[in-house]
């Protein structure tokens, strides 16, 4: 079987201009590295793709592959992490992970968040800004959490993102909408403990792996797992797994009804912050985590439950291979 890889690549996109925070989601040469070896780990043949338009030159040139790992993040739009899976569809060729159109609701979480209160799961209170106008016609009690409603790894999230007055969220609303150029979430800020939860497999056969909790440090930016705090976690940040205790347990049921809830597939991450009180919250779905197999989530959660990289890859291909029923033509993965 052979096995082609899409991705971006972070140096390629800062050799054309862009800056760190552009290009905060994308990939090192590490990254792709370690899930290539992983996967030929598992028998199979690799063939390194790479983005959206080098995908879109192999197609035209009558390339193939039995099965596409895709860790394509896109650059432009709400949309830009279903456009790779949308080309294979096209072709009829399979892949890793989730949907276009799951990909695509859970990048805009605003549209997450309607899905997970049409589910049932709670989620904090929020409006979204689409223009300085609307902030008019917010009607939700201060403290406010402000961020832009597509972004990932903490992009346009800051210590200023907790807003207390209606001046500073005016402030921070015309910021972000001139940054991003796209809509802005306001929720209700929750002052509890911040956790992420891991899963692998699809609907009947997805599986909670655990919940590590994000710790922020007496040096961290203050209030938010933010683009700097992502970006200097080995000084501000402290990882620990949340288990044996209420709070684990609440967190595994809300993240697995909102994963089979939402569709998403293979493996990924749900983000959960607590209010006061100490009650899980849904706040984002990741169905494209980051898979660096040393300072992303993910592979942090699994490295402290004692799953190693090889293994969190042999999962994530044993999910789509199963729900793909791809016939294999090397060796079975071990079960």
Request: net charge negative; charged share 25%; glycine share 8%.
């Amino acid at each position: 079987m052979n096995i082609g890889l899409c991705y971006d690549l972070r140096e390629d996109y800062l050799a054309l201009g862009y800056s760190l925070e552009e290009t905060a989601e994308f990939d090192k040469p590490g990254t792709i590295q370690a899930i290539e070896d992983s996967i030929k780990k598992l028998g199979f043949s690799t063939e390194r793709i790479g983005n959206a338009f080098a995908l879109v030159s192999a197609l035209a040139q009558g390339k193939r592959w039995d099965l596409v790992f895709n860790i394509a993040e896109g650059l432009y739009g709400a949309g830009r992490e279903s456009l790779v899976p949308a080309l294979l569809d096209a072709y009829q060729i399979p892949y890793t992970f989730s949907d276009p159109a799951v990909l695509g609701i859970s990048l805009h979480k605003g549209l997450a968040k309607r899905v997970a209160r049409d589910l049932g799961i709670p989620t904090p209170d929020f409006t979204l800004v689409e223009s300085l106008e609307d902030i008019a016609r917010i009607d939700l009690p201060f403290p406010l959490f402000v961020k832009p409603v597509a972004e990932g790894t903490g992009k346009g999230i800051s210590a200023n993102s907790k807003v207390d007055s209606a001046d500073k969220l005016r402030e921070i609303c015309r910021r972000l909408l001139e940054q991003h150029a796209q809509p802005v979430l306001v929720e209700s800020y929750l002052p509890g403990r911040e956790l992420t939860v891991g899963i692998v497999g699809t609907g009947n056969a997805a599986r909670v792996l655990g919940v590590l909790e994000v710790c922020f440090l007496a040096n961290a930016e203050a209030y938010a797992y933010s683009y700097e705090n992502k970006e200097n976690y080995e000084k501000v940040i402290a990882y620990r797994l949340c288990q044996d205790e209420p709070l684990a347990g609440e967190c595994k049921n809300l993240a697995l009804s909102l994963w089979t809830g939402l569709g998403c597939r293979d493996g990924g991450r749900v983000d959960i912050r607590a209010d006061a009180q100490g009650k899980p919250y849904f706040l984002e779905v990741n169905p494209l985590a980051g898979l660096n197999p040393v300072h992303s989530d993910l592979p942090i959660l699994c490295q402290k439950l004692g799953i190693s990289f090889d293994m969190l890859i042999e999962q994530i291909m044993q999910s789509a291979i199963s729900r793909l029923n791809v016939a294999l033509t090397t060796k079975q993965i071990p079960r």
